[in-house]
């Protein structure tokens, strides 16, 4: 009953309103439902008409230019990205010291701190591990993420006379690094050297490029001012100098000449391989009684 009385008392507000009062609620009611219902992104699925309707020129195009898009709309399927999935952890599951032990031991359990003093950046060239080689040809970016290997790139850069876009990459990634009040002052000393028309070591970049970041060193210089010339450099480098350094006679004697470092305690849990091997010498002494 409470529910039907307050029912009956609002129709008779409503009833008392005056006809433009209710249009003006219907408006704003109408409004609203318009601007919160409405689509973010436009709908760009074909229009259904009714069929009474005919369908003219501007709808048969329209519904043209999306199946084209459909059509056109580049896709990956659920098996080839499985399959890339499963090539990544297999390259990468020899680098997780949660499913791969660490050699020669396990740092984070042990008092052993030879795992870090082989892969710290200084390492020397005698020292490097297989497996800290072979990532470098994992991608031009696990490359780059290594000073050693940074070094060793530069290097072959040399020798085919092309070292300059590989400077420009460590020139950049000392700028990222810098104070806020240092980036305009380094900014503009990166821009004469490598990629100004006089630059002393000029890199190749085209036209568009240099003006982007001309316009960003001018307007407002920033840590990613340079990153249209890096991302440029970085493609360029991945096609070019990078498989050839890959390929080189100096990336196959750093692989030949690795270090392996010979595995100390292969479990996480060594009271289990300690105690295996304790009574592997008493049934071993037990044979020889």
């Known amino acids: 009953?409470?529910?039907?009385?307050?029912?009956?008392?609002?129709?008779?507000?409503?009833?008392?309103?005056?006809?433009?009062?209710?249009?003006?609620?219907d408006t704003q009611e109408k409004s609203y439902w318009r601007t919160f219902l409405q689509p973010k992104e436009e709908d760009t699925r074909p229009i259904v008409r009714s069929e009474e309707r005919k369908p003219n020129i501007k709808l048969i195009?329209?519904?043209?230019?999306?199946?084209?898009?459909?059509?056109?709309?580049p896709r990956n399927k659920t098996s080839k990205g499985c399959e890339n999935l499963l090539q990544f952890?297999?390259?990468?599951?020899a680098y997780d010291p949660v499913l791969t032990p660490p050699a020669p031991s396990n740092p984070w359990i042990s008092d052993d701190v030879t795992f870090w003093t082989l892969n710290e950046?200084?390492?020397?060239?005698?020292?490097?591990?297989?497996?800290?080689?072979?990532?470098?040809?994992?991608?031009?970016?696990e490359?780059?993420?290594?000073?050693?290997?940074?070094?060793?790139?530069?290097?072959?850069?040399?020798?085919?006379?092309?070292?300059?876009?590989l400077e420009f990459l460590v020139g950049v990634k000392k700028l990222r690094n810098l104070p806020?009040?240092?980036?305009?002052?380094?900014?503009?000393?990166?821009?004469?050297?490598?990629?100004?028309?006089?630059?002393?070591?000029?890199?190749?970049?085209?036209?568009?490029?240099?003006t982007l970041v001309r316009q960003s060193l001018?307007?407002?210089?920033?840590?990613?001012?340079?990153?249209?010339?890096?991302?440029?450099?970085?493609?360029?480098?991945?096609?070019?100098?990078?498989?050839?350094?890959?390929?080189?006679?100096?990336?196959k004697e750093l692989i030949e000449n690795a270090y392996i470092p010979h595995a100390t305690k292969k479990g996480l849990f060594t009271f289990a391989s300690d105690s295996d091997a304790s009574d592997a010498g008493d049934e071993d002494s037990a044979v020889d009684g």
Request: with cysteine; charged share 35%.
């Open 89 to 93: 952890c297999d390259r990468y599951v």
């Open 143 to 165: 490359l780059l993420a290594d000073q050693v290997g940074v070094e060793e790139f530069k290097e072959f850069l040399k020798t085919q006379y092309n070292a300059e876009n």
């Open 180 to 210: 806020s009040a240092q980036i305009k002052r380094q900014g503009e000393q990166l821009f004469s050297e490598f990629l100004s028309s006089d630059a002393r070591c000029e890199i190749n970049i085209d036209a568009k490029t240099r």
């Open 218 to 251: 001018d307007e407002k210089p920033s840590r990613s001012s340079f990153d249209p010339a890096v991302d440029h450099i970085v493609n360029l480098m991945k096609k070019d100098a990078y498989p050839r350094f890959l390929r080189s006679q100096r990336y």
């Open 121 to 141: 950046a200084s390492t020397e060239r005698t020292k490097l591990t297989e497996l800290r080689v072979r990532r470098w040809g994992h991608g031009i970016t």
């Open 61 to 73: 195009e329209k519904q043209r230019d999306f199946m084209r898009q459909y059509v056109e709309k």
């Open 1 to 25: 009953m409470l529910i039907v009385d307050q029912a009956e008392a609002q129709l008779m507000i409503l009833r008392a309103k005056k006809k433009h009062e209710k249009i003006v609620l």
